[in-house]
Antibody
Framework: VQLVESGGGLVQPGGSLRLSCAAS????????MHWVRQAPGKGLEWVAN????????YYVDSVEGRFTISRDNAKNSLYLQMNSLRAEDTAVYFC???????????WGQGTLVTVSS | DVVMTQSPLSLPVTLGQPASISCRSS???????????LNWFQQRPGQSPRRLIY???NRDSGVPDRFSGSGSGTDFTLKISRVEAEDVEVYYC?????????FGQGTKLEIK
């Protein structure tokens, strides 16, 4: 299993960024997928997830209306569109797969998003 | 949102001795299917998290049997039977019963 995030970088407050996650080594199209973030020196925070077919999406309150999670099963890819970025969104963003009821949890190496002027 | 409260936040440990971390949730983590979706993760600074335990007490593949999870309802515990040097990391509980999913604050193991 491999998950590789990309798209992080430095962005000004109010700006936008799109993160991508390329998945391989498992059947992406039948897996719920997640984004989790970790601000510098802080703990883990679950951000969003998306159902296998993209028909259901859930977000933490602090990003609701600003972030959009999506996926392309034909490309085995997960995305996070981040708009109206704030300083408090600065974090390493990890994409991941969590099998809720059985063994299996996999995460990428993370991509750093820095929101600063 | 379900608040996950871990204690202690810092745990001095002696290699070869047991260690225990507590996690309490602000509401029951029993899902409508009867399962309790409480997970434990381990994370080394600068690295991605690794899940150790799912559904309270089930070890993920490849996790050493010195790690065990227990609990029910709102009260959960991660135990390490004999701490090894490689276990000195940060541990998080995480509930995947209620939206939004939530993590505890993290417990940092430190060598005494």
């Amino acid at each position: 299993v491999q998950l590789v995030e990309s798209g992080g970088g430095l962005v000004q407050p109010g700006g936008s960024l799109r993160l991508s996650c390329a998945a391989s080594g498992f059947t992406f199209s039948i897996s719920w997928m997640h984004w989790v973030r970790q601000a510098p020196g802080k703990g883990l925070e679950w951000v969003a997830n998306i159902k296998e077919d993209g028909s259901a999406k859930y977000y933490v309150d602090s990003v609701e209306g600003r972030f959009t999670i999506s996926r392309d099963n034909a490309k085995n890819s997960l995305y996070l569109q981040m708009n109206s970025l704030r300083a408090e969104d600065t974090a390493v963003y990890f994409c991941g797969r969590i099998l809720r009821g059985s063994s299996g949890s996999h995460w990428g190496q993370g991509t750093l998003v820095t929101v600063s002027s | 949102d379900v608040v996950m409260t871990q204690s202690p936040l810092s745990l001095p440990v002696t290699l070869g001795q047991p260690a225990s971390i507590s996690c309490r949730s602000s509401q029951s983590l029993v899902y409508s299917d009867g399962n309790t979706y409480l997970n434990w993760f381990q994370q080394r600074p600068g690295q991605s998290p690794r899940r150790l335990i799912y559904k309270v007490s089930n070890r993920d593949s490849g996790v050493p049997d010195r790690f065990s999870g227990s609990g029910s309802g709102t009260d959960f515990t991660l135990k390490i039977s004999r701490v090894e040097a490689e276990d000195v990391e940060v541990y998080y509980c995480m509930q995947t019963t209620h939206w939004p999913y939530t993590f505890g604050q993290g417990t940092k193991l430190e060598i005494k």
